[in-house]
């Protein structure tokens, strides 16, 4: 900007052509280059009668002001009087006026650069006044910085044309008081009534509940029926209660309960519990509310909730962004430094994962944990990251609930117009330590003397709205006992109740379906399709339309399908789209997503084909039938945490739906092990929440080193316990086909981890017949077709790839003493079945467990866990701290230890 100030009295010429050198990229060209123009513009039209001196000095002050707004507009959230309890940091160079080339004694002079911010022509005085109201008070802005003219220009006008803050009614002071006194009230009384008891309190954000509030109030009025919620423990309680009208006695129940009224084992603390209401606005209008169940590792529901408003969008709302909107509340510390933040925001305008614009609460307590704010982030403000995507950030003093209720309304006035992510940012703090045990004075005493004598929110506004007659101190304080004594009788109706109860998260989705921990996983399920439907399914598949030009080896792909069809022998891929298409012909939607997953990882899939020389994809799957359900497949930006949390999310609103993610390699899955572990593992358990979820991961030892071998088996089995996830090794086209077809047609929703393979998917044993898929059902267990048990005198249990190497050692060789049984589901295991295959081999000498990878991990453990009586030997890889060696020489001599042990006492026909 400083250019402008150089430009001399006769640099006019210069300076149209230093605008022009910022012009040649609209998209991405500074409005503030455009605000001088335009400037240039009017002073070239008002001054040029007037004698060149005079015209010379006008221009140099009506372009100073420009300068000097402009730098109101990028730089004024630096001099706002945001932080309630301490003073904010100085930057230079400040907005004197002097920095601009003004003097004080042009403070009374009228200038026309008044136009430019919506008030005409006034003196210098009134155009600070109003860019100091518009800039920094109690709201800071940062939106210059986002290089998109028409989002600018909104945003400046709606901000310098109502001079920050528009004046609302004693009934709405009225209304915001009511939400700070029930916030306020609320964390003081069970302060009162649990002492000591851990609660993660809001007390000094208690914005929060009126900023929720004016969320869901003016965002109703804006069309959005819907929101899901996202957030940490701190102040969570308040939120359920408050905000999604949870009974207040189930809450207290839950500080002294001692059992669960429902079926749920084990459970988790009260800050961690979901909820969903239905709660009616002041206008009376319906808005559906859901906080989604969280565990402790902050930042991990931000993708869910993500996904679960994609699916919303997608199965409820017919696409239209504007019925349902998420929300994300973040802690300062988190939001500036957890890596899923951003993974998530990168998601944000993607057109497989969009939302249509989340609403970003920060509650800016200025620590974490035990952090100074100065040493948790090198960023200036906590909310950087909000930069990566060009989005409008708020800073907002969190003791001013008429600046946040400002912010909020213009927040969700842009996300409904733009589509776009906003944040908010309310400076605040934390009335005591990270819980109500810890002692914060041990690491930040000067802090917590100033925060000892600050008051709080709602008797700050209560001194306000007395000083303006709107309401007097004797009627606030009378609001505020009859409140406590409200909660009073709600503990009382709380000692009343026996058990806790927890209302399950998505409960009407799910209530057909059958407990898991009940049912038996291993009962074979019907999955089978008509044969005639099947192969009109594969013809639609394997037809590309005539008006289209593809790619010759596309040509060639297809042919060879076709010619798959025609042989009896279908391939990996062929199965797996064909599960694909006959659940999308019986009305289930499926959605498929990852890294390289259109095509797949290894070639093999091709969901879409690109039409040459061009950039449109055709998808055959969308075009199976006028009645099918939708299909839908994504390449997925390069995450893991935040794609799986998302799809997790996607998955849970739609029970009949199937929903997959797909790993590119199995082993870079450990990148999201906060979403199984978290969530996959044990939500049910935990909040009584099911989802049926895929998991692709490939898995094989073929010599390709310690990264792409192992997608770690043995972690997923150790997670196993009461039938929470499914743990399947698939290794025939027509088992993945059933395994893929089961998932939708039991009567249970159970997540579904699958070790795909690698070579497998063109290996030319690994085929399947049309009537394999059209008659048959998924196997637990393959056994060995084996005509004369009698002369069996070794049993080999394995799994995987490894099935067909040892196939092809025992027919290369004539080996007929030993049987090999492949488990192609290793939980829940099918340990009866297992039993019973022992006992038909009466001349049995060995039974071993036969494992590609080392001892120390793949299903060894498992399997002697489930089978503790049954005298295995085991049979793999040496233990090691790496999953497997680098060398593919090294490789091919483990692998033919392996075989050479099984088969050293062979048995030749």
Known sequence: MDKFSQVGNQEIAAIEELY????????????????????????????????????????????????????????????????????????????????????????????????????????????????????????????????????????????????????????????????????????????????????????????????????????????????????????????????????????????????????????????????????????????HLSLMPNPSHLETVAPLVQGMVRSRIDSRYNGDYDKVAPIVIHGDAAIATQGIVYEVIQMSQLPGYKTGGTIHLVINNQVGFTTNYLEARSSTYCTDVAKVTRSPVFHVNGDDVEAIVYTIKLAMEFRQKFHADVFVDILCYRKYGHNEG?????????????????????????????????????????????????????????????????????????????????????????????????????????????????????????????????????????????????????????????????????????????????????????????????????????????????EYGYSLPQPNGLTIWEAQFGDFANVAQVIFDQYISSAFEKWGMMNSLVMYLPHGYEGQGPEHSSARIERFLNLTADNNIQVVVPTTPANMYHLIRRQMHWNVRVPLVVFTPKSLLRHPMVTSSVDELADGVFQEIIEDSISNPDKITKLVFTFGKLYYDLHKRQAEEGITNTAIVRVEQLFPLPVDRMKAIIAKYPKLEKIYWVQDEPSNMGAWQHIQRFLPDVPFELISRPASASPAVGLMHQHNTRLKKILDTVFEEKVLA
């Open 20 to 287: 022009a050198s910022y012009l040649i990229d609209n998209e991405s060209v500074d409005a503030s280059w455009k605000n001088f123009f335009a400037g240039f513009e009017f002073a070239r039209k008002n001054f040029a009668d007037q004698p060149s001196s005079v015209h010379d000095e006008k221009v140099d002050k009506e372009f100073a002001i420009l300068n000097l707004i402009h730098g109101y507009r990028q730089r004024g959230h630096l001099f706002t009087k945001t932080n309630p309890v301490r003073a904010r940091r100085k930057y230079l160079p400040t907005l004197e006026i002097e920095n601009f080339g003004l003097q004080q004694s042009d403070l009374d002079t009228v200038f026309k650069a008044g136009n430019s911010i919506g008030i005409g022509p006034a003196p210098l005085r009134k155009i600070i006044e109003h860019l100091e109201a518009t800039y920094c008070e109690s709201v800071g802005v940062e939106y210059v910085f986002m290089r998109h003219p028409v989002l600018i220009d909104w945003l400046k006008t709606k901000m310098e044309s109502c001079r920050n803050r528009e004046v609302f009614t004693p009934e709405k002071q009225k209304h915001f008081y009511y939400h700070l006194k029930l916030a306020v009230g609320f964390e003081s009384y069970i302060h009162k009534k649990f002492v000591g008891q851990k609660r993660f309190s809001l007390e000094g954000g208690e914005a929060l509940i009126p900023a929720l509030d004016a969320v869901i109030e003016h965002g109703s009025q804006l069309g959005i029926s819907e929101f899901v919620i996202g957030m940490a423990h701190r102040g969570r309680l308040n939120v359920l209660t408050n905000i999604l009208q949870k009974p207040y006695e189930h809450i207290f129940k839950e500080f002294v309960g001692t059992e669960y009224e429902q079926d749920l084992s084990l459970g988790d603390v009260k800050y961690h519990l979901g909820y969903e209401n239905d709660v009616v606005t002041d206008e009376g209008k319906k808005v």
């Open 438 to 646: 810890d002692e914060p004075r041990f690491t930040q005493p000067l802090l917590y003397k100033a925060i000892e004598k600050h008051r709080n929110p709602r008797d700050i506004y209560a001194d306000k709205l007395a000083e303006t007659g709107v309401m007097t101190l004797d009627e606030a304080s009378n609001l505020n006992q009859e409140f406590d004594k409200h909660l009073e009788e709600k503990y009382k109706e709380s000692e009343k109740i026996e058990k806790v109860k927890v209302r399950r998260f998505l409960k009407d989705e799910y209530t057909k379906f059958e407990n898991p921990t009940k049912s038996d996983l291993t009962k074979p399920v019907k999955t089978s399709f008509k044969k005639s439907e099947l192969l009109r399914i594969a013809s639609q598949m394997n037809h590309l339309p005539a008006d289209k030009r593809f790619f010759k080896k596309i040509d060639r792909i297809v042919e060879d399908r076709r010619m798959m069809v025609l042989d009896n022998r279908l391939d990996w891929a062929m199965a797996e789209l064909l599960a694909y298409g006959t659940l999308l012909e019986e009305g289930y939607p499926v959605r498929l997503s990852g890294q390289d997953s259109e095509r797949g990882t290894f070639a093999h899939r091709h969901a879409s084909f690109v039409v040459e020389d061009t950039d449109e994809r055709y998808y055959p799957l969308q075009h199976i039938s006028e009645k099918q359900a939708a299909f839908s497949v994504f390449n997925s930006l390069l995450s893991e945490y935040g794609v799986l949390g998302y």
